[in-house]
Antibody
Framework: EVQLVESGGGMVQPGGSLRLSCVASGFTFSSYWMSWVRQAPGKGLEWVANVNHDESEKYYVDSVRGRFTISRDNAKNSLYLQMDRLRADDTAVYYC???????????WGQGAQVTVSS | IVMTQSPVTLSVSPGERATLSCRASQSISNNLAWFQHKPGQSPRLLIYDASTRAAGVPDRFSAYGSGTEFALTISGLQSEDFAVYYCQQYLKWPPRTFGQGTKVVFK
């Protein structure tokens, strides 16, 4: 059974940093693209970033490019999202997801809450 | 590419049929997926390539469309189908854009 477990969420002041982690199990992590998707309070889903098997390809939504960094450690079956220079509008539940056909997210974690507030 | 869903909220009685619409700001061929998201749960992939059900998705869910106009139909709505539904395009990215969602509520 595929399992994705996020951690590292919390409350941080504007301009601060936070690192989300996602530990994967139940599949060969190193073989799959992975992504982060977020949902702000009262808003819809927003794709944030994805990364290929060996980190040679990384893509971001414009609003986070230059502030967020997606990475992975295949030896630890882990996906990360380093979030720097956080803003209030980054407040959201962040989901990590396993990507398959057409890099569509077909398995999701339970989500990690990130709150940016002074 | 901007994805626009309608309506924002759809009131339906159990057993009825619900039809949700999604429009792309430019042609995306059939590079469209539908996701279901229930409160307190993680999203779930329902449909890909505009009309192909993902593994384990009941056949009461069907979808069609190509180019810029798409639809998701839920036939014989069941209580577990009340949720928010999102379309997502994956032809031109980044970013892989979602629509704003359609909330299916109990009538």
């Amino acid at each position: 059974e595929v399992q994705l477990v996020e951690s590292g969420g919390g409350m941080v002041q504007p301009g601060g940093s936070l690192r989300l982690s996602c530990v994967a199990s139940g599949f060969t992590f190193s073989s799959y693209w992975m992504s982060w998707v977020r949902q702000a309070p009262g808003k819809g889903l927003e794709w944030v970033a994805n990364v290929n098997h060996d980190e040679s390809e990384k893509y971001y939504v414009d609003s986070v490019r230059g502030r967020f960094t997606i990475s992975r450690d295949n030896a630890k079956n882990s996906l990360y999202l380093q979030m720097d220079r956080l803003r209030a509008d980054d407040t959201a539940v962040y989901y990590c997801a396993k990507c398959e056909y057409q890099l569509l997210e077909n398995a999701w974690g339970q989500g990690a809450q990130v709150t940016v507030s002074s | 590419i901007v994805m626009t869903q309608s309506p924002v909220t759809l009131s339906v009685s159990p057993g009825e049929r619900a039809t949700l619409s999604c429009r792309a700001s430019q042609s995306i061929s059939n590079n469209l997926a539908w996701f279901q998201h229930k409160p307190g749960q993680s999203p779930r992939l329902l449909i890909y390539d505009a009309s192909t059900r993902a593994a384990g998705v009941p056949d009461r869910f069907s979808a069609y469309g190509s180019g810029t106009e798409f639809a998701l139909t839920i036939s014989g709505l069941q209580s577990e189908d009340f949720a928010v539904y999102y379309c997502q395009q994956y032809l031109k990215w980044p970013p892989r854009t979602f629509g704003q969602g359609t909330k299916v509520v109990f009538k």
